[in-house]
């Protein structure tokens, strides 16, 4: 083993994409930060003091975090990998030997012209550190995982819980895995014992909304991925969902499984797939479903308050474009919310609408203006909306929406955006004068309810809303995906093969079928 601790980078980008939406992500959505930025954002675990500090040199090279959208541009892709491989090249010819490197990644990134956008960022990144570098990436559970992806990595984890609970808790134990492989399993020869790793692709496509971990199946799905990782010979255990919003052929579940024992690593690997198969006629919404007016008129009649619905076919954290007009449209012609005195107090968040936010900013708060927002990207379900309302509160320095003011239009407290933004926690509400809680209905731009929203929420109902995240899948018109595809297709011949594949070491050549 070296005297000195191991020298490990960290870079990646992160983007979940949707090919169903006409909006695109350019380099600033990444907000990249580059050395101390990257320790300081992963300080819980990287920070002074902690153990993982103290095992290894870790170097910030760039990592960009991109709120969900629409496909990332080529040249957007270029610049910010550009900036990685010449950073890497940097950071290799003023230090002795880069040991490993870890890959902060989604794995659900589209980039245009591109099939595969992280395995083409690794390949990149390995034509600079070399094949002999360990490389271990963290993944979200809704990322896709393809033979190349796995054969550039050595050690692959993800999210075990979604809503992601367990965001930093994943990255740190990719970080940890590292570290112990280098610092443990040396050769006499000064190399590093490489893991085994056993790829299982599963032929299932669902959203993210049928497969939560709170609930079942996804539920026991999960609960065995420690079960598997506790077993002797076992590294870590990883089951991904997929991404069901892009049309790309690795779009698909996945488990890998990885080791130093090759049995224990293929039987958890094929176990774990085979629990993700003989479930997938299992799987429901997180809640119970409806048109946006279905949703409504429960709502309406419900005694449980707040009550809420996730207006989910635009949720810009799955990668809508967020700028959809259809569910606020439809809420402001219902007769129920015209009454600012009587009608029932409703939420909505949000549309962006940057004009409307200018002109409602120039008014100030308690003056009546007429502003027409949304539709600026996404127009296919509606067009922009024109609304005359009551400026409620105005809100500036939102790291997402950067302005926000909130019109209210009869009983409706509708929320604008300069740029678009997530509600996912009550202080959203709370800084902007609404009270959620003491609302009757607060409709969200989202899918399943975030753990804030969900606590929140007496009752709730995932309204099935048209955008470039459709929980009708096959609505949306996939035509690149690997056929068959439950629930694409129900039936699959002699079955799905669910057999692990050993994938090589990552300095190997990659030999064999493309799967």
Same mark, same amino acid.
């Given at each position: 083993?070296?005297?000195?601790?191991?020298?490990?980078? =960290?870079?990646?980008?992160?983007?979940?994409?949707? &090919?169903?939406?006409?909006?695109?992500?350019?380099?600033?959505?990444?907000?990249?930060?580059?050395?101390?930025?990257?320790?300081?954002?992963?300080?819980?675990?990287? %920070?002074?003091?902690?153990?993982?500090?103290?095992?290894?040199?870790?170097?910030?090279?760039?990592?960009?975090?991109?709120?969900?959208?629409?496909?990332?541009?080529?040249?957007?892709?270029?610049?910010?990998?550009?900036?990685?491989?010449?950073?890497?090249?940097?950071?290799?010819?003023?230090?002795?030997?880069?040991?490993?490197?870890?890959?902060?990644?989604?794995?659900?990134?589209?980039?245009?012209?591109?099939?595969?956008?992280?395995?083409?960022?690794? $390949?990149?990144?390995?034509?600079?550190?070399?094949?002999?570098?360990?490389?271990?990436?963290?993944?979200?559970?809704?990322?896709?995982?393809?033979?190349?992806?796995?054969?550039?990595?050595?050690?692959?984890?993800?999210?075990?819980?979604?809503?992601?609970?367990?965001?930093?808790?994943?990255?740190?134990?990719?970080?940890?895995?590292?570290?112990?492989?280098?610092?443990?399993?040396?050769?006499?020869?000064?190399?590093?014992?490489?893991? /085994?790793?056993?790829?299982?692709?599963?032929?299932?496509? !669902?959203?993210?909304?049928?497969?939560?971990?709170?609930?079942?199946?996804?539920?026991?799905?999960?609960?065995?991925?420690?079960?598997?990782?506790?077993?002797? %010979?076992?590294?870590?255990?990883?089951?991904?969902?997929?991404?069901?919003?892009?049309?790309?052929?690795?779009?698909?579940?996945?488990?890998?499984?990885?080791?130093?024992?090759?049995?224990?690593?293929?039987?958890?690997?094929?176990?774990?797939?085979?629990?993700?198969?003989?479930?997938?006629?299992?799987?429901?919404?997180?809640?119970? &479903?409806?048109?946006?007016?279905?949703?409504?008129?429960?709502?309406?009649?419900?005694?449980?308050?707040?009550?809420?619905?996730?207006?989910?076919?635009?949720?810009?954290?799955?990668?809508?474009?967020?700028?959809?007009?259809?569910? /606020?449209?439809?809420? !402001?012609?219902?007769?129920?919310?015209?009454?600012?005195?009587?009608?029932?107090?409703?939420?909505?968040?949000?549309?962006?609408?940057?004009?409307?936010?200018?002109?409602?900013?120039?008014?100030?708060?308690?003056?009546?203006?007429?502003?027409?927002?949304?539709?600026?990207?996404?127009?296919?379900?509606? %067009?922009?909306?024109?609304?005359?309302?009551?400026?409620?509160?105005?809100?500036?320095?939102?790291?997402?929406?950067?302005?926000?003011?909130?019109?209210?239009? %009869?009983?409706?407290?509708? =929320?604008?955006?300069?740029?678009?933004?997530?509600?996912? !926690?009550?202080?959203?509400?709370?800084? @902007?004068?609404?009270?959620? $809680?003491?609302?009757?209905?607060?409709?969200?731009? =989202?899918?399943?309810?975030?753990?804030? @929203?969900?606590?929140?929420?007496?009752?709730?109902?995932?309204? @099935?809303?048209?955008?470039?995240?459709?929980?009708? /899948?096959?609505?949306?018109?996939?035509?690149?995906? $690997?056929?068959?595809?439950?629930?694409?297709?129900?039936?699959?011949?002699?079955?799905?093969?669910?057999?692990?594949?050993?994938?090589?070491?990552?300095?190997?050549?990659?030999?064999?079928?493309?799967?």
């Amino acid at each position: 083993m070296p005297s000195k601790r191991p020298i490990i980078a =960290i870079a990646g980008l992160a983007c979940e994409t949707s &090919t169903f939406t006409p909006s695109r992500t350019l380099a600033p959505a990444f907000h990249p930060q580059r050395g101390d930025e990257i320790i300081s954002r992963y300080k819980t675990f990287l %920070g002074a003091g902690t153990p993982l500090s103290a095992a290894a040199e870790w170097h910030g090279i760039l990592t960009g975090h991109a709120l969900p959208g629409g496909v990332v541009t080529r040249p957007a892709f270029e610049a910010l990998a550009g900036e990685i491989t010449s950073r890497l090249s940097h950071l290799i010819s003023t230090t002795t030997q880069l040991d490993g490197l870890w890959l902060d990644i989604h794995g659900a990134m589209v980039v245009d012209t591109l099939d595969d956008a992280e395995a083409e960022l690794l $390949r990149r990144i390995r034509a600079v550190i070399g094949p002999d570098v360990i490389v271990s990436a963290s993944m979200d559970l809704h990322g896709n995982v393809s033979r190349e992806l796995v054969h550039g990595c050595d050690l692959m984890t993800c999210y075990r819980t979604a809503p992601h609970e367990d965001t930093l808790e994943t990255k740190e134990r990719a970080c940890r895995n590292l570290v112990s492989v280098l610092t443990t399993e040396r050769l006499p020869d000064g190399s590093v014992r490489r893991p /085994l790793k056993a790829w299982v692709p599963v032929p299932i496509l !669902l959203p993210g909304e049928q497969t939560s971990t709170r609930d079942e199946p996804a539920k026991h799905i999960y609960a065995a991925v420690p079960e598997v990782e506790a077993v002797e %010979g076992v590294l870590d255990a990883a089951v991904w969902v997929g991404y069901a919003w892009a049309d790309e052929p690795r779009n698909r579940a996945a488990v890998v499984v990885t080791g130093w024992e090759e049995h224990p690593v293929v039987e958890g690997a094929e176990r774990l797939a085979r629990l993700f198969w003989d479930a997938r006629a299992d799987f429901r919404f997180v809640a119970p &479903t409806g048109s946006l007016g279905e949703c409504l008129d429960t709502a309406l009649a419900s005694k449980a308050r707040p009550y809420f619905i996730s207006d989910s076919g635009d949720n810009p954290t799955a990668g809508g474009s967020g700028d959809v007009t259809w569910g /606020l449209t439809q809420l !402001l012609a219902r007769p129920e919310f015209k009454d600012t005195a009587t009608g029932p107090v409703v939420i909505y968040a949000s549309v962006p609408g940057p004009e409307a936010v200018r002109i409602a900013v120039e008014a100030g708060v308690s003056a009546t203006v007429t502003v027409t927002a949304g539709a600026d990207i996404d127009n296919v379900h509606a %067009g922009p909306i024109t609304m005359t309302g009551r400026v409620h509160s105005i809100k500036h320095g939102d790291k997402w929406a950067e302005t926000e003011v909130v019109l209210q239009v %009869g009983s409706v407290f509708a =929320i604008l955006t300069k740029l678009r933004k997530p509600y996912h !926690l009550e202080r959203d509400f709370v800084e @902007l004068n609404l009270r959620p $809680r003491e609302a009757d209905i607060v409709i969200v731009k =989202i899918g399943y309810l975030e753990p804030e @929203l969900y606590d929140m929420a007496a009752d709730w109902m995932l309204g @099935l809303t048209p955008g470039g995240v459709d929980q009708d /899948l096959e609505r949306l018109g996939h035509h690149r995906i $690997r056929r068959p595809m439950w629930p694409f297709d129900k039936t699959f011949g002699a079955g799905p093969g669910l057999k692990a594949r050993m994938i090589q070491m990552s300095n190997e050549p990659l030999v064999g079928p493309n799967e």
